[in-house]
């Protein structure tokens, strides 16, 4: 399998896209694969060039946290809940999120989202009484990992401009 | 009073809202959000004693906190803590968390391993990311009220100290490529476990310890660090150990292992019908003794289970206020080492988290501030800085293919295989060994320019921890709670004390000491 990764170095630097070889590992998550490059001792490209390892943030590897969000062949997901089959995938490409400025390889600056929320004033002060008909809904709406995935995918945000 | 928190994980932000609360300043920095933490991920529950139709109390708690840690921590310090549950609880409760609760609104509760009663509140079977959120955007309402200032994306580097006092930190900024220092009146430390250092657990990759290992390297005392949790059945998935809940081995699954064709239900054949249910440390050890591959059945599937490391009883040594021994320097949630003695209760975890964080900022904000010494640590933070800028400018390899990448997978293979389930005394030395001999390339301090600056200084303190944690597991030549040794089958009264590890003249030293003035027994 090739993978093709979007690569940056720097918030200011030009992309520029950087293409490895996989050899089949039976069906893992983009998380496993990107590990499993960084874990190399040293990382060469598909030409034999020595590189920096992939920059990519990583938490908790079973979708709980929300760091890894990034797009994969094209569709916006989380990394570590994305399964390929190794075996049978000819390219997988990797990108960082459209919606939000790279500040190094798959890396996005995704402060906005809490920027966004202090500047709305979101907070709920003291709760007296638990409402039970609002639990279900509240306990969902408390899930959320501030992945940012929703506003990639959203055509009404424009990606932080006002 | 101005006080620095360095982690913003549920200890951390316990810390930060309690502070806020005594109207003190806080600056809460971390690499992350709170959402990214390893908090997020817990998935039991939470305990303290609440209004159930079972009769709980806060003296069983606390007994069966302090009979599962092997009778090691101080009776105050736990009951202090089962004292204050109930409190923590409304506490969290005032701020949104969504608790499951029943039709008459009281909490409802659940079993966890080694518990005499229920009582471990839940939320789903997401209480860490519920509290998590609840409590991020309490923080939030303070940092609107200008009481907390969060400054995310900076990594510790070390602490200020000067004669055994603690005025501040200094962080790397990995966009700036600047080392940033925060000074305070007091600094707590609510960092995590040691997770990274062995590779694969259930936990979170950004937990690496380098934090405990580089404050371990400035004289702090470190304590009980042979005492690693596994968690009994976790499975491989992707590239992760994923945690199967020990509630649904109270809701009827089975551990066995085959036999030829037969299943050998092994736990009830050893310890009756409640088998399945006993505490982690031994359902663990009982799992890695078997013979065969362990599975975890219903009447519909069978799933094979491994234990894995999941929580680190041991870290930074602390006093009942929190405070190291270090003037001005404190230690909360997972990166300190106090509660559990040697082995945690399922449940306790998060609210040890919660009472630890909000302990420390009273004890900050009852203690002296410190005064303003910036001119002392000039000289240290400029030649710091010199460092980071050689690992800044290195831009390829210069001869001898030196890698972060395959030094880093050294030590979590030593550290794993020494630090198993199941130790032993010699395969503990040679783990040492082979511990000095990477050591020794450390001290050398080559540079890896294919990885980060902190993936680079991050190496050398995390290997002079996993020695010390070695080191502790060779001294303690019994077995204890989660400390299991074959050549030292059997628990010593000798030993009824928690480790400490020191870092003094270059050496590392580890001795033993008791907590409690008394025997260490049940409350009364």
Known sequence: MKVRIKRQDGRRSAPYWQVFHFRGEGRITVAAILEKLNERDQLEDIKGKQCRKIRWECGC?????GSCAMVINGHPALACGVFI?????EILRLEPLTKFSVVEDLIVDRSVIWERQKEALMYLGIRKHPDPKEHDHQYSAAKCLKCGLCLEVCPNYLGGKR | MKVLIIGNGIAGMSAAIEAAELDDEVILVSPVQSERTQ?????????????????????????????????LEKEEDVRNLCEKAPEHLKWLDEMGVLFDRNE?????????????????????????????????????????????????????????????????????????????????????CATGGMNKLYGKTTGSELNDGYVTGKLFLQGVQLRNLEFIQYYPTTVQRGNKRVIISESVRSEGWRLYYKNRSHSVYFME??????????SRDLVAREIAMCPGQVYLENAKESIPVTPAIHFFMGGIKVDGMHQTNIAGLYAVGEAASKYHGANCLGGNSLMTAVHSGRTAAHAVHEGQGQPMCEELFVPYIEHEQEKIDRMEQMSEYRGGKYSATATLRKLMKIMSYGMDLIRDGEVLQDSIYALDSSLNELRTFPIDPMVSVYENYR??????????????????????????????????????????????????????????????????
């Open chain 1, 61 to 65: 590897m079973q979708k709980m946290c």
């Open chain 1, 85 to 89: 089959n190794t075996d049978d995938t």
């Open chain 2, 39 to 71: 908090s997020v991920m817990a998935a039991e529950g939470i305990n303290a004693v609440v209004d159930t139709a079972e009769e709980d109390s806060v003296v069983w708690h606390a007994n069966d906190t302090l009979e599962s840690g092997c009778f």
């Open chain 2, 104 to 188: 008459d609104d009281t909490w409802k509760v659940k079993a966890s391993g080694g518990q005499s009663r229920k009582r471990t509140v839940y939320s789903g079977n997401s209480i860490g990311k519920q509290i998590v959120t609840a409590m991020t955007q309490k923080c939030l309402e303070y940092e609107i009220k200008g009481k907390i200032e969060k400054k995310i994306g900076l990594y510790f580097y070390s602490a200020l100290i000067r004669d055994e006092k603690c005025y501040g930190a200094l962080f790397y900024n990995p966009e700036s490529k600047m080392l940033i220092p925060v000074y305070a009146d007091a600094v707590i």
């Open chain 2, 269 to 278: 054949e050893k310890y009756g019908t409640e088998g399945n249910l006993m």
């Open chain 2, 459 to 524: 190496l050398y303190p995390m290997a002079v921890l996993g020695k010390a944690t070695l080191m502790s597991a060779v001294e303690r030549r019994e077995s204890r709670g989660a400390h299991f040794r074959k050549d030292f089958p059997g628990e010593k009264s000798e030993f009824m004390k928690c480790s400490v590890a020191e870092f003094k003249d270059e050496k590392i030293r580890i001795y033993f000491e008791q907590e409690s003035g008394e025997k260490g027994g049940a409350v009364r």
